[in-house]
């Protein structure tokens, strides 16, 4: 069973991460006050359910996926100059993420959202996750993915990944909630990855409350 929980959370953390951080952007100079509110604006410890402890988190420069629906999202990856990011681990590999991306503009921001919601991410979700499970041939595995409205911020969109992979008569289903909330001329990203089987939306909700407010505080 453990073959099958490691392969599942490949596909629900890293590959998520891969195909809707779009906003990331790794130029040579930033600017230390947008940096600051980046930082300020990412997920706390006091915004994550019990349960999870925050962790290192590293920001990394994600490959192009070689997606045609990933395509423009993947040409907007240098769109802002500044950003952070933070992490937290359950026990049960459960995990929540949150990057901050602080633009030039609110017009950015919005343009920004504005490309991730839509239904190319929905197919982009869905071919990328199974492009990705399908490297281990050991398992079988089938991918749904859904656009879940949420009304947080100035502007705002989420989506629901989820994964069912079974291996030598065992299944483990992985569930990725990909949420976007912009206010002013930042952005957050919340990914929150449920390896329990029973994922609970409102977490995610609270979730994005949190980005929303943090989004705001910073930037007073």
Known sequence: MSH???????????LVALVLATAAGFPAKTNPKDLAIAKAAVLQQSDVPSGFTQVAAKITQPKPSGIKACRKYEAINKVTKNKWKSAFDAQDRSSIESTVDVFSSPAAM??????????????????GLRKQLAKNKTITATVDVVQQPISVGTVSTGFVATIVASAGGQSQTVTSYAGFVGSGRAATQVIYTDESGTFDATIAQSLMKAAATNLQTAQQ
Request: proline share 0%.
């Open 4 to 14: 099958v929980r490691a392969r599942a959370s490949i596909a629900g953390i890293a």
């Open 110 to 127: 919005k343009k920004a959202i504005a490309a991730i919601n839509s239904h190319d991410t929905i197919t982009c979700l869905k071919q």
